[in-house]
């Protein structure tokens, strides 16, 4: 079976999303690819589907192409509502890159849309198939390291890009990476809404409980010239009682130890990063280590969702996940800007 995919956006995640779809093939197929650059569709197009895809002006024309049963949207941030929306009347199946959306109301009206149409809906958190975090979750779901304490998602790095203009993968001729991402209006935020979406969900995978409060410190320290902040340090607190720390910045990077994530327990602790994950339970001598050869995480997360739409497996990024996520975040906005504890409702398109 062959699902029939449509780019929209051939920007970085344009190029990196194809590259995954190549991977897949023959599972998927990349039939279209539409952007307001036609270069950039077109380079697309040449690298990664033999210039077979079809090349379109913006996302009304790919989804009026009768191949495309599926989207795998690519855009600012501003742009994924209005796409989805789209795609979703137009009964097309959608992976979205982060975040879901700007706001909680646009979360609400995602939903509806998904709801309606039946279509299946993907959000692209790429990190969760990185495997050390996966035999992370693997651990902790056995109940080996007893009730989790305490954990800690990091996602850091210095980012020179707005300093050098600089794109961050080789990319046909358009606008650059980096300049809506000074936008706040086609951000919706800074760098927690962007770069800290991947250790949000990071943070929520290894919870596997509900986010119950949240407060945060936001600060910019390196990029002045970003209307958001480039640094968030938030809190959360969990319905079974664990507390998470994310610390995400575009300031600084990792420390290092390297740590994308640490978990203390009752019964021990775990540490992981993209090429390893040590297990410490108490009392021993030594801690157990895994290494890992690097993954293209896009690609597996192009195959997951192949196996949702394909297989009917369950969905590990659906819209009840990213909209957790979105709750997270926006409520560490409100608790910044009004410094207090904010209350996360049931209802994730909720603050209290
Ligand atoms: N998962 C990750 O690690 C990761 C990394 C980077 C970006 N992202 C996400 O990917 C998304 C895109 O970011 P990016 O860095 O690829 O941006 P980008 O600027 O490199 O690419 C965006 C592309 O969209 C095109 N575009 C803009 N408006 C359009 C429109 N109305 N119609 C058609 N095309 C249009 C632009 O010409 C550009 O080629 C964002 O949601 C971002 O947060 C995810």
């Given at each position: 079976m062959t699902t029939r995919v449509g780019i929209i956006g051939a920007g970085w995640m344009g190029v990196t999303h194809a590259q995954a779809?190549?991977?897949?093939?023959?599972?998927?197929?990349?039939?279209?690819?539409?952007?307001?650059?036609?270069?950039?569709?077109?380079?697309?197009?040449?690298?990664?589907a033999g210039g077979r895809a079809r090349l379109h002006p913006d996302l009304e024309a790919l989804l009026g192409d009768p191949a495309v049963e599926a989207v795998d949207i690519c855009l600012p941030h501003h742009l994924h509502r209005p796409s989805i929306l789209a795609a979703a009347a137009a009964g097309k199946h959608v992976l979205c890159e982060k975040p879901l959306c700007l706001s909680l109301a646009e979360a609400r009206e995602i939903k509806s849309a998904i709801d309606e149409s039946g279509i299946t809906f993907m959000s692209a958190h790429n990190q969760l198939f990185t495997p050390s975090l996966v035999e992370a979750r693997q651990l902790l779901a056995e109940g080996t390291l007893g009730k989790t304490y305490l954990a800690r998602s990091t996602e850091a790095g210095r980012n020179t890009g707005f300093k050098t203009g600089q794109p961050p993968v080789a990319l046909a001729p358009g606008a650059s990476s980096w300049s809506w991402r000074l936008d706040k209006m086609q951000t919706g935020g800074g760098e927690v809404l962007d770069t800290g979406w991947h250790g949000a969900y990071r943070l929520l995978a290894l919870a596997d409980s509900r986010p119950v409060e949240v407060t945060a410190m936001l600060a910019n320290f390196y990029l002045p010239e970003l209307e958001g902040e480039d640094t968030g340090v938030v809190l959360v607190r969990f319905e079974s009682g664990m507390i998470g720390l994310l610390v995400t910045s575009w300031a600084f990077p990792n420390a290092p130890d390297g740590w994308s994530f640490q978990v203390s327990a009752e019964r021990g602790s775990i540490a992981g990063?993209?090429?390893?994950?040590?297990?410490?339970?108490?009392?021993?001598?030594?801690p157990a280590e895994r290494t890992f050869e690097p993954v293209h995480t896009f690609t597996r997360e192009v195959t997951h969702f192949l196996d949702v739409i394909q297989a009917g497996e369950p969905g590990q990024a659906t819209w009840e996940h990213a909209a957790r996520v979105l709750q997270v975040i926006l409520g560490a906005y409100t608790a910044a800007a009004e410094r207090r504890t904010v209350a996360l409702p049931e209802d994730p398109t909720e603050l209290g």
């Amino acid at each position: 079976m062959t699902t029939r995919v449509g780019i929209i956006g051939a920007g970085w995640m344009g190029v990196t999303h194809a590259q995954a779809w190549q991977n897949n093939v023959p599972r998927g197929e990349i039939v279209a690819v539409a952007d307001v650059s036609e270069a950039r569709a077109r380079d697309v197009s040449e690298r990664f589907a033999g210039g077979r895809a079809r090349l379109h002006p913006d996302l009304e024309a790919l989804l009026g192409d009768p191949a495309v049963e599926a989207v795998d949207i690519c855009l600012p941030h501003h742009l994924h509502r209005p796409s989805i929306l789209a795609a979703a009347a137009a009964g097309k199946h959608v992976l979205c890159e982060k975040p879901l959306c700007l706001s909680l109301a646009e979360a609400r009206e995602i939903k509806s849309a998904i709801d309606e149409s039946g279509i299946t809906f993907m959000s692209a958190h790429n990190q969760l198939f990185t495997p050390s975090l996966v035999e992370a979750r693997q651990l902790l779901a056995e109940g080996t390291l007893g009730k989790t304490y305490l954990a800690r998602s990091t996602e850091a790095g210095r980012n020179t890009g707005f300093k050098t203009g600089q794109p961050p993968v080789a990319l046909a001729p358009g606008a650059s990476s980096w300049s809506w991402r000074l936008d706040k209006m086609q951000t919706g935020g800074g760098e927690v809404l962007d770069t800290g979406w991947h250790g949000a969900y990071r943070l929520l995978a290894l919870a596997d409980s509900r986010p119950v409060e949240v407060t945060a410190m936001l600060a910019n320290f390196y990029l002045p010239e970003l209307e958001g902040e480039d640094t968030g340090v938030v809190l959360v607190r969990f319905e079974s009682g664990m507390i998470g720390l994310l610390v995400t910045s575009w300031a600084f990077p990792n420390a290092p130890d390297g740590w994308s994530f640490q978990v203390s327990a009752e019964r021990g602790s775990i540490a992981g990063h993209a090429r390893k994950l040590v297990h410490a339970p108490y009392g021993q001598p030594a801690p157990a280590e895994r290494t890992f050869e690097p993954v293209h995480t896009f690609t597996r997360e192009v195959t997951h969702f192949l196996d949702v739409i394909q297989a009917g497996e369950p969905g590990q990024a659906t819209w009840e996940h990213a909209a957790r996520v979105l709750q997270v975040i926006l409520g560490a906005y409100t608790a910044a800007a009004e410094r207090r504890t904010v209350a996360l409702p049931e209802d994730p398109t909720e603050l209290g």
